[in-house]
């Protein structure tokens, strides 16, 4: 696993929060990922992997030890090396994925206490360009 980035927030990323990524992926991309951590413990709110090899997108939370049910977006609009903005936007019940603009898809929160979620990171065959989180009242 190679990080590309990382980040706090103490006061917690859900709900409300909007994260937008800005990049690409190198030649021999297979994967990369933009996880939702909670503090203080191993817990993975929200897992976004897009896998290159199946041409499939992988959501999924890590809690008390194990991953879940995995769920899958079979839409697949990211190219290897071609530029993309992914926004995640979370509300108080989903995340919401949009790929250069278009909805993708959304994911039910499987973490009660949203407040818990408070790290973003971004691992794996990624070029980062830019990266924003904002708080967004209404979407």
Known sequence: MT???EASCPDGL???WSVILKGETPPEA???EINFLCDRDDRVAFHFNPRFTESDIICNSYM???WGQEERCNHFPLGVEEPFQIEIYSD??????YIDKAKVMQYKHRVEDLKTITK?????DVKISSLEITKKLFY
């Open 120 to 124: 973003l990171q971004v691992v794996n």
């Open 14 to 16: 859900c709900p409300g």
């Open 30 to 32: 297979s994967k990369f």
């Open 64 to 66: 008390a030890n194990r």
């Open 92 to 97: 108080n019940d989903h995340f919401h994925v």
């Open 3 to 5: 990080l590309r980035f």
